[in-house]
Each structure stands twice: as C-alpha cells, then as structure tokens.
C-alpha cells in the first residue's frame, strides 16, 4: 500500500472470516454457546490475571533491552556445519518476523573468515587508483560528512540454493533466511568520491574488507553510483560486529557479498580486478559449461513466511497469507497468490509503504477447504520483470548454479493440514 | 529529503569542509607534509592491521546479536531515581543514533507500575460497551486479521519537563530522550471495531492495560479512527516486554502513555471515564491556575543532537550539525538550524525519507570560528506550525506545566568548544 492510499478504509472482512473469528473468540470467551449470537452483556468481564495484581520487573533491567522470555526460538539458525571455522552463515527466521525490517540482532551473517573484532579508533578506510587526491577516511572523518538513510534489503547469492534441484524439504528460515533488510546510515560513494577527485578513466571500483579474508570485490561504477553508500549505522544504531562493524559497503540491491563489511580500501580501476571472488566464486555455471560472471542484480523474488513448511493449520476456513517480496532492480509492483499450485492467481495486498530495493511484506486472505493444497507467491517488480517458475529458471539456466535461485516457491498443504517444502 | 529526490546529486562540499577533511587526512597518513597537494602515489598503504591477519570470531555468537562491545556507552539512561519501584522512565541516547529509527533495544521506556511478564497464549483483549457484539481476542486471533506496518515516533508527554523554568544542564539524552520511534506493525483500531459494530452514540474509547497500574485512557474515537493500530510488533519482531508485549495500542502522534501497553480492555463510551490518568495525572497547569486536558497531539518540535551538551568541539573549521524533528500532527516541513542563539536561520537537509508522524533527521553544514555560538533548531510541519521559543512557549503557558514543553532547545559553545546545556 503507498502511503497516499493510507486514508482507505478497508473494506469489510469476508464472511468466512468473521465466522472463524467468532468461533475463536466463543471458545476464547469459555462460557459461550458456540455459534449463538453476541449480546453486549453476553460476555464476563475477563479475569483479571496474576500479572495485573503485583508490580512487574524494575526499570532499566537491562540498560540495553533483549526481546521476551517468550520468544526464545526467534533466534538465527545455520543450514549446516561451517566448512571451516568462522566460514559459513545464520539465517534470519522469516516465519516469526513482521513489517519490512529486520532487528540488528537476526540479520543474516555470511562471513568467510569470522567476524573481526575492529577497534573504530584505529580503523582507516583509503580510497586511492585513478584518483587525483588518493585520501584516508577515519571514522570521525567519515560521519563528519553528509549523510543519508535508506531502507534496503540485502540478500546472499547464495538464498535458496537448496531448491535448484527440486524441494528440498527445509523451512524457510532454511531455505529464504540469507535475506534482511535494514534502514542503513551512512555517505554517498559519490559524496566519497568527489572528495578524492575521480580520473575519468576509472570504470570499475574495487572494494576490500579488513576480515581475515581480506573480501574483495570488482564493482561497475555507472552501475552502483546513484544508490552507492559507505555505511556505519542500522536500523538506528552503529553497525553491529557481525554486519561490518564500524563501516560497510551498500549496494542496493546487488548480491551481498558486493556490499563489502568492515571495508577498509576503494580503488578506482580501469578493469574488473578478477578477484578470487569473482572468477572462482560468484560465478553461475550454465548448462553448456559456460559460466556467467558478475551478474550483481538480485532479480524479484517472494516467498510465504505464514504458512510455510513446519506450520500446521488447526481447522478449515479462513486463513491469512503473508510473506515477503523484494527485487534488486527497484519497487515491487505487485505480489499475485495461489493455493492451486499455480493454476490461478489472485493479487495480494502490500502492507507497508513500499521502498524502492526493500522487502516489501504482502498478505492475502484464503479459505481452506480442508483437502490438499500448494501455497505460492509471485513477484512483479517496477521494471516488469515477472518472477519465474523454477521450471523456467531451471529451463534457462540449468542445475548447476550455486546462486541467483529466485524461483517460484511451493509450500504443500496436505488434509491434516500439515505444510511442507514438498 | 522524499523519495523523489533521490536521484539528485549532492552539490560539491563547501571549501571549509574540503580543507577540514584534507587536513585530517594528512593527520592519519601521517607521513604527509600538511597542506600539500596531494598526488596518486602520496599516501603510503594501509598497514595491515591485527584483525585481517587472524581468522575472527565464530558464527552465530550469539544467535540473537548485540552491539559491538566498543558501543558498551550506548544505553538508556535515567535522569533520576524511581519514585517507588518499577515506576520511572529510562532515556534514549539520542546524541549517538543515526537515521528515522531506534532499535528496541534503545526505545525509550516510562512504566507506572513495573515491566510486567505476560504469557501471549493467555492474553486476551476485549472489547466491549457500546458494540453490537462484545468479543474476546486472543494473540493468535488479532495475528491473522490484516496487518499494517508503519513507522511512528513515540514521545513521552513530559518529555524535556527539565527545560520549563530554564536551562537545566543536563545532557540530550536526559533532556529530549523520552522519544523514540518504531516502525510497528498490527491490526487498524477501525479493522477490529468492524469487527464487533459500533454504537453510533459511542464517541470515545477506553483503553487498559495488563500492567499493576492498570494504565488507563480516554480516547476521542474520531480523532483516532484514521490512524489507530492495535500492534503486536516493532521494528519487525514480536514487541519488546517493556515496550508492550504482547499487544499494545499506537495512537500516532498522541502523547506517550495514551498508546496503552499490555493492552487488555477496549471499551466504547459516550463521554470520557475521567480516570485517573486524565484527571490528576496528565493535565496542563496554566498560569491562572486552570488546567489543559485531553491534550493529546504532540506538537512540531527538534532537537540537536550533535554536537550538543557534553561534545566538545577538537578543532575550528568545518562541523556538521544533526538532529531530529517531528510532529504529532503530520509531516515534518522543514527544520531551520541557527548558531547565533536565534538571530539567523538557515535550512538544514532532511537526510532520509519522510514519513507521517516520524522521527526526521536533519544536518546542516557550520563553520565554527573559535569563538562564543549557540546552536538551535526549529521545526515546522506540514500544518504550517512553528515550533516556538522558550519564551513564547512561558508566556502562553507558564511555567507550572508538567507536559507538552516543545521550546527551541540551545546548546552554547564557548572558547574551548565544550558543548553546554545553558
């Protein structure tokens, strides 16, 4: 929804709603008979609950909050065990989260050499190459000059690798986790970049992070120059360790590994530098052998968090759907739903303000008639670009591709109401 | 800055800030002549710090992330001690955030009773009185009704109380820090009174809470409807203990303790219930010795944040001015910054996007000659509303109001550059 429709009103709930509704609220209420019509005085006042007589917990306990006893489990996971020791990643649980943000503390971890321990004092950011005043940034340099503050969502290349060969049986934490979105602070690359006196020579830019794995990669300048951030805060705050503590690369919208953590060099180059990272890595193998390289955009995807594989449904009739869209090359237009497979699809509605390169949370309404079912969303983004069938991505690009999986997802209802990734 | 302008180019940097940057860049590259031109192969390279040459710290430590241990002074903070346990507020800290959000862990807390622990699958929320169909909700029943997500600020009504009778000294943190903002995400008020049908003669709502105060407000229904969201999350998780959880009320734009948290009763009234909460609490004392009540919208108002009381200033030169402002009653316009104590104004940027009833950030450029200044800001909303003087705001109210001080805040800078609340 864009915020100029925020005046409509909602149009009133479908009638298998509001008798779901009042099932649950008869059953919630104990004393009703099920099905009999409300009367203003045909409930009991609530009982007043153990928590309402005594005083809570003190003030400032603790100075930095944590989330409830409540929500132990809405924590970040791991697929598999790191192939080495501070290789590997978490995942962000989509099924427990709401809105178009993700807090600090789930965003979605991929490190190649774990998570350096960087002293903000110490740490220097150079940018040098084609450049007429090769410079060295500190960090009170950096939030010295003009900033600026976007929603973007960053995704891993990697996401959903799991579903290249068919389902894979995972929960979407599993399958869609390597996907957060953050409110980033920070400079524009262009703002950086005047600074230093650009030679117009300079066609690429090459970023490097100060981990272990020294992370390196080429960046087409006319493609990231508009949008391009050098970041030190999110969602609000300092960046987090984990995230590129104390200053980060943003390149809305490109493959994450592009938007380079604890970045401590910029080089303005003529060429791609062929990092090990993009010939060895980051490449998408195509059926004939060929390989292609530097593909950055993160093309539209969606998926249903709510239900999605691991969730039951407790009874038949209504039923909300909601998940998540996002597309790397601008809005999202629109987010259609089905529960026949694919068959036939019905528009969903957008339940934020949409940013452009954002996740942008989708709901649907549904009435489940108890047999079997398959949940999927489709994206459409500002430029046009449908999202695919796995069937057609695999068509075009085969099976072999570690990244840039952005097809079609299936969640299967069966009769006890079971939803699997099958 | 909107979304529209996005794709506009940052005008080239002052020169002042040209020479303050080059200079600091020769401090960190050390080996550089001060004030010399700089050439391509003039800057040494980076030496390899500690934290590249060693693998970091391991994945998923923790699985639910917290701040870099060198942000440890990041915390709420409170201005004095709790008149009786679990009663009190604890501080945003403003001067070190970044953007239009505060992360959950920083949102501002004021309890009248304590921080009570509310099992979400016994919570319930009615709603009744003058409705066609009183009804019970549980947590999951409010989850699958449609949702919204949308970012408000939050301001406690005696937010910079300190400020009435002069400058207290005291720090942002303590004097503009009962303020945060959140983008939340729930059920429109209008959706859940659907829901149950209204009485055309209800006119106000009350709402109350699950806490041992039992907080309870009279709501206008008309001034609210439009609005109004029943939320279960915050920045995109589950809402914080202290912030609510598991369901509270947002009434945007409206002082602090209206937004009832642990909401746990709705009930439609004809007139106001008079509680405690409106009658000998949260009322504005005039000069003549009547009182203001049911004054609900916050009104325009900015705060500087950096620099601001405790900052010292290192050097003369080129300095950015940020802060924040809002309105309860819309958009924010503009905001002007002064450094002459109010003399001269000039515009500042608004550095993200904005949005409806949010904190907005600002910056503005300033070149500190040495000597005595005075910072300020002035905000002005889409309504046309000038956030006032102190001393405009005194002499329509007096100085015996506990609530609603929106007065233009002054930081003085002296010789030295310290930063000081006088």
Not at 41 to 63: F, Y
Not at 225 to 240: C, D, F, H, T
Not at 358 to 370: C, N, R, V
């Amino acid at each position: 929804m864009q915020e100029t429709t925020r005046k409509t009103r909602r149009p009133s709930l479908p009638e298998g709603r509001r008798d779901a509704m009042r099932k649950l609220a008869a059953g919630a209420a104990g004393a009703l008979a099920s099905g009999a019509a409300f009367r203003a005085d045909a409930i009991a006042p609530l009982a007043v609950p153990a928590w309402t007589r005594e005083p809570g917990a003190p003030l400032l306990s603790p100075a930095y909050g944590v989330p409830s006893s409540f929500e132990g489990d809405v924590i970040r996971r791991t697929a598999r065990a790191p192939a080495m020791p501070g290789s590997g990643s978490s995942m962000t649980p989509l099924a427990d989260l709401f809105g178009t943000l993700t807090p600090n503390g789930l965003v979605y971890e991929r490190h190649h050499a774990g998570v350096p321990k960087i002293d903000p004092d110490q740490h220097r950011l150079v940018i040098h190459g084609l450049v007429r005043e090769p410079r060295i940034f500190s960090m009170d340099d950096l939030v010295r000059l003009p900033s600026e503050s976007h929603v973007y969502f960053l995704e891993c290349s990697g996401n959903t690798r799991t579903e290249w060969k068919g389902p894979s049986g995972l929960p979407v934490q599993l399958t869609h986790g390597l996907l957060s979105c953050c409110e980033w602070t920070g400079v524009r690359l262009s703002t950086l970049l005047d600074e230093v006196g650009i030679d117009p020579s300079a066609q690429w830019l090459l970023a490097e992070g100060a981990d272990g794995a020294a992370m390196t990669r080429s960046l087409p300048l006319d493609r990231i120059m508009e949008r391009a951030l050098v970041v030190y805060a999110q969602n609000g705050e300092r960046l987090r360790a984990e995230n590129g503590y104390p200053v980060r690369l943003i390149v809305p919208g490109f493959e994450g590994n592009t938007n380079i953590k604890w970045l401590r060099r910029l080089k303005l180059v003529r060429e791609p530098e062929m990092t090990r990272e993009e010939t060895s890595k980051y490449t998408n193998l195509l059926p004939d052998g060929r390989a292609r390289q530097f593909v950055f955009e993160m093309d539209a995807k969606s998926v249903i968090a709510r239900p999605s594989a691991g969730h039951r449904l407790k009874e038949r009739g209504y039923h909300a759907i909601s998940g998540y869209a996002w597309s790397g090359r601008g809005r999202i237009r629109s987010v259609d739903v089905s529960t026949d497979g694919g068959k036939s699809w019905r528009a969903a509605r957008l339940t934020s303000a949409v940013h452009d390169r954002a996740l942008t949370p989708f709901e649907a309404d549904w009435q489940w008639d108890g047999g079997p079912a398959n949940l999927q969303s489709r994206a459409t983004d500002e430029t046009g670009y449908v999202q695919p069938t796995r069937e057609a991505l695999v068509a075009a690009r085969g099976v072999n591709s570690e990244y840039h999986y952005n097809g079609i997802q299936n969640w299967r209802v069966d009769e006890s109401g079971e939803v699997r990734n099958a």
